[in-house]
């Protein structure tokens, strides 16, 4: 029988494998926020912190009668940036629990409470200046205490145990919501044992020296902790960053002093250094002695590839999704196909056509076949059978198109959602559909744009002889019980980010008239990076 690899496997092995290497570099501030050192956290100790909390996890929850095998959910414990917030989930799964981890971008304890209940969780982890918000949930909460510097209650380990093919071992969410929620996304033994597998090769070694990388994301979704169980087969180092979206100072410090030579960032941050280095030599000398600099989450600017190409730059387009991670990887090289995708190995997807009666926005713009990603049941990566379409298997909602034989450009998607800049997804037609069904009457029409943006922004056509001002007020005041449901980087709470504009002025399409997404959002372009700029 096959033995399923787990975060924890991997975690034991590399400690055997690895024990002195460092696993972590974790920055030391100063009172200004300014890193004066770079803390290292070798494989030994990292696997030793991991056992100390999954002791204290074990105590806690028997203690109260926590049976195990349990979902046990974490809020507002997780930040999901540092070093502390992956001790927490592997701790928890090491005490023999299965962690439902939930973003700190979602905040509302009604919201928090129906997902708890959906997944049957037996208990809560909650920081202990939110414990106030949790109190009338009908489930067991438990303090987040620094673990380390509690009482040292603890209870011994139980053997580490493969799980079966179907167990549950995570619980992630979507990262927008449906219907006024995220959704479950359960994580089975068989799907974990395979994002191990396709991690493994993703973050394959490029050269002969220990790999040392950076966070690239909150380990509450699945980018992140598919990178580091990735990373950590290989004995890298990953460096904790003082922000995701880090300044390329930081950058330059992080190659300095801790030997970054993997930089692994989602597109919108990536394109910061890149601008930054056209007009900085010593960045781009840097950038261009990397062994790799890999971008997920969203496309990124063509003229940003391109320049990035032109200058000899080593990226790799890592495509994935919430339910599926790293699903493609692009060919790389100097060669005229380096930008194309392809599966990544041992997987069985399909390409299918799109019904041709659907309208997608690539259409205008390319007159190729459109090809919709297909995971296949019988692929072990394809999600949990709750999240599958009615046929058996996995449908993505990207499309394609086959340039060559085998290998793929990605051509958009066949619905309504864009990602934000952090590659949070966001259901923009139900933004579109909420804001006209409370205030139908005050406007004509209606989109939402902010693809790479913080949040969404709304453009409106309002009717004739609207205060907009006015206008502004309202739908903000009618759309806040929908929004307050929802992601913060899925909500639109100020009226800046509401343009009000001409009747009948958005770039709309030639044939049924709709309005275009992707051509309000070029040509409006330069007055959202003015609002978005004053926001921040």
């Not at 930089?263 to 261009?288: E, V």
Request: charged share 20%.
């Amino acid at each position: 029988m096959h033995i399923l690899s787990t975060h924890l496997s991997v975690l034991y092995n590399s400690a055997t494998r690895f024990p002195t290497a460092t696993a972590f570099r974790i920055p030391r501030t100063d009172s200004a926020g300014q890193v004066t050192a770079w803390d290292s956290i070798t494989y030994a100790q990292f696997l030793a912190d991991v056992e100390e909390y999954a002791s204290y996890w074990r105590y806690s929850l028997r203690s109260r009668c926590i049976p195990e095998r349990s979902i046990v959910g974490l809020w507002y414990v997780l930040a999901g940036f540092t070093y502390q917030d992956v001790l927490h989930i592997y701790g928890l799964s090491r005490a023999g629990y299965i962690p439902q981890l939930f973003s700190i971008r979602l905040p509302n304890p009604d919201v928090i409470s129906e997902l708890l209940l959906k997944a049957n969780a037996k208990a809560l982890i909650i920081d202990t200046a939110f414990a106030s918000v949790a109190s009338s949930f009908p489930l067991p909460t438990f303090s987040a205490a620094n673990v380390q510097s509690a009482s040292k209650a603890s209870e011994p380990l139980p053997p580490l145990c493969p799980p079966g093919e179907d167990d549950i071992t995570f619980v992630f969410h979507t990262s927008g919501s449906t219907s006024g929620s995220p959704k479950l996304i359960p994580c089975t033994g068989k799907w974990l044992n395979a994002m191990i597998r396709k991690a493994r090769i993703a973050t394959s070694p490029r050269s002969d020296r220990q790999d040392v990388v950076v966070w690239m994301g909150s380990m509450c979704h699945i980018a992140q902790s598919f990178m580091l169980m990735g990373f950590l087969q290989h004995g890298a180092c990953t460096i904790q960053p003082t922000k995701i979206g880090f300044s390329s100072d930081e950058l330059l410090d992080m190659i300095h002093r801790c030997q970054l030579n993997r930089l692994n960032q989602f597109s919108t941050f990536l394109s910061t250094h890149l601008r930054n280095s056209r007009s900085n030599p010593k960045l781009l000398s840097f950038l261009q002695a990397l062994d790799d600099i890999a971008f997920s989450g969203l496309p990124m600017a063509r003229e940003d590839e391109e320049w990035a190409y032109l200058n000899r730059l080593n990226i790799t387009n890592v495509f994935g999704s919430t339910e599926m991670g790293a699903m493609m990887l692009s060919i790389g090289g100097r060669g005229r196909d380096a930008p194309l995708l392809r599966p990544i190995a041992s997987t069985v997807y399909a390409f299918e056509p799109i019904d041709p009666t659907t309208p997608t926005e690539g259409n205008h713009q390319s007159g190729g076949r459109l090809l919709e990603l297909i995971i296949r049941s019988e692929s072990e990566d394809c999600p949990h059978p709750s999240l599958r379409h009615s046929d058996g298997h996995f449908h993505t909602g990207d499309l394609f198109q086959e340039v060559i034989p085998g290998s793929w450009a990605f051509r958009g998607r066949n619905d309504d959602w864009i990602k934000s800049e952090n590659s949070l997804r966001c259901d923009t037609k139900a933004i579109e559909d909420n804001v006209r069904q409370v205030c139908g009457h005050l406007l004509e029409d209606c989109i939402v744009v902010g693809s790479g943006r913080p949040s969404p922004a709304l453009f409106v056509e309002p009717v004739s002889g609207v205060d907009h001002t006015q206008l502004k007020r309202d739908i903000i005041r009618k759309t806040r019980p929908f929004h307050s449901r929802r992601y913060l980087h899925e909500r639109i709470t100020s009226p800046n980010l509401i343009i009000i504009v001409p009747s009948k002025s958005l770039p709309r399409t030639a044939t049924k008239g709709n309005i275009r997404r992707q051509a309000v959002e070029a040509a409006y372009k330069t007055q959202l990076d003015a609002i978005y700029s004053a926001a921040r």
